[in-house]
């Protein structure tokens, strides 16, 4: 039973010292995901080519997805260990990649266009298509092992670049843009907040960015989305957030991490560019990933394995 219950204190501990576990690889991260404790997959590149690295509770691993040479990768997503997916784009083809636990395969889009997928979640990938018009904010959904394009609101000059749930944030031109799945098809939310904002990273009913060089964090409240009060000194240019796991976010961006209880921040000395946040499933540890004098860096708050 005492064991038993050390390990339900340590599923559901509150983090918040950040460790830094060594990649061992020169280069850049920029999306980071964790279906459960001891496993995560993070993306970036390095060398100018495509990285993807898994964890498995001790070490950091690269893997080897079969990619183009001129690919880049912008998104990855786990349900569980044996059940993540990962996307990008090569040229103007879009890409997709499914991990069924003992390899990497393929997933083709329904049509041809091209594409630039920059985000995934449950089911869903989201980006921009480029035409006659220029670029417009585009979502594909799996249909059985086929990414399938589903219309979404923004007109010329957007694009999404980030997806939680049923919330995608992105830009219009100069202006942010929030669309939102209602289970039918993809509406519009997007508060009036004027020129030169954009939006970089959603999770739940928070959403972060930068608004005329200062940091921008939404918070959606009976279904309108509200700026929230924020710190001069919080870093301007916030990339990313997450859950903490008891009701408050993390945001993080060129200056590490940020930490909001909903009445509150808490500035974290800084670290390094951290570039994506993700919280580990069933669990209040987080992961984030960046760089950092050249070298690709993961946080995490979860304690060392043992």
């Given at each position: 039973?005492?064991?038993?219950?050390?390990?339900?204190?340590?599923?559901?501990?509150?983090?918040?010292?950040?460790?830094?576990?060594?990649?061992?690889?020169?280069?850049?991260?920029?999306?980071?995901?964790?279906?459960?404790?001891?496993?995560?997959?993070?993306?970036?590149?390095?060398?100018?080519?495509?990285?993807?690295?898994?964890?498995?509770?001790?070490?950091?691993?690269r893997?080897?997805?079969?990619?183009?040479?001129?690919?880049?990768?912008?998104?990855?997503?786990?349900?569980?260990?044996?059940?993540?997916?990962?996307?990008?784009?090569?040229?103007?083809t879009?890409?997709?990649?499914?991990?069924?636990?003992?390899?990497?395969?393929?997933?083709?889009?329904?049509?041809?266009?091209?594409?630039?997928?920059?985000?995934?979640d449950?089911?869903?990938?989201?980006?921009?298509?480029?035409?006659?018009?220029?670029?417009?904010?585009?979502?594909?959904?799996?249909?059985?092992?086929t990414?399938?394009p589903?219309?979404?609101?923004?007109?010329?000059?957007?694009?999404?670049?980030?997806?939680?749930?049923?919330?995608?944030?992105?830009?219009?031109l100069?202006?942010?843009?929030?669309?939102?799945?209602?289970?039918?098809?993809?509406?519009?939310?997007?508060p009036?907040?004027?020129?030169?904002?954009?939006?970089?990273?959603?999770?739940?009913?928070?959403?972060?960015?930068?608004?005329?060089?200062?940091?921008?964090?939404?918070?959606?409240?009976?279904?309108?989305?509200?700026?929230?009060?924020a710190?001069?000194?919080?870093?301007?240019?916030?990339?990313?957030?997450?859950?903490?796991?008891?009701?408050?976010?993390?945001?993080?961006?060129?200056?590490?991490?940020?930490?909001?209880?909903?009445?509150?921040?808490?500035?974290?000395?800084?670290?390094?560019?951290?570039?994506?946040?993700?919280?580990?499933?069933?669990?209040?540890?987080?992961?984030?990933?960046?760089?950092?004098?050249?070298?690709?860096?993961?946080?995490?708050?979860?304690?060392?394995p043992?």
């Amino acid at each position: 039973m005492w064991v038993l219950g050390m390990i339900a204190t340590l599923l559901v501990a509150p983090g918040g010292d950040w460790r830094e576990p060594d990649t061992g690889v020169p280069g850049e991260l920029t999306e980071i995901t964790s279906p459960g404790y001891g496993t995560a997959y993070a993306l970036g590149t390095s060398a100018a080519k495509p990285l993807l690295l898994t964890w498995a509770g001790h070490q950091w691993k690269r893997a080897a997805p079969p990619l183009p040479e001129n690919a880049l990768l912008t998104g990855v997503s786990a349900a569980a260990p044996d059940d993540a997916d990962v996307t990008g784009f090569s040229g103007q083809t879009p890409l997709a990649l499914h991990w069924d636990g003992a390899s990497w395969t393929p997933r083709p889009f329904a049509e041809p266009l091209p594409g630039f997928p920059r985000a995934i979640d449950a089911g869903w990938i989201v980006g921009s298509t480029s035409g006659f018009a220029g670029t417009q904010a585009a979502a594909w959904r799996r249909t059985g092992g086929t990414w399938t394009p589903v219309t979404v609101p923004g007109g010329p000059g957007s694009g999404l670049v980030a997806i939680d749930g049923g919330n995608a944030v992105g830009t219009r031109l100069d202006h942010a843009l929030i669309v939102r799945w209602d289970g039918t098809r993809w509406i519009e939310e997007t508060p009036d907040l004027g020129p030169d904002a954009e939006l970089t990273d959603v999770a739940g009913d928070y959403a972060v960015g930068t608004r005329r060089k200062a940091p921008l964090v939404l918070h959606r409240e009976n279904g309108t989305w509200k700026p929230v009060t924020a710190p001069k000194t919080l870093s301007a240019g916030l990339t990313s957030v997450a859950p903490d796991g008891s009701g408050g976010i993390w945001a993080a961006g060129r200056a590490g991490f940020h930490h909001y209880d909903g009445t509150a921040w808490t500035l974290s000395p800084e670290r390094g560019t951290v570039r994506a946040l993700a919280l580990t499933r069933g669990t209040s540890f987080l992961w984030a990933a960046g760089g950092k004098d050249g070298r690709a860096v993961t946080w995490t708050t979860a304690p060392r394995p043992r």
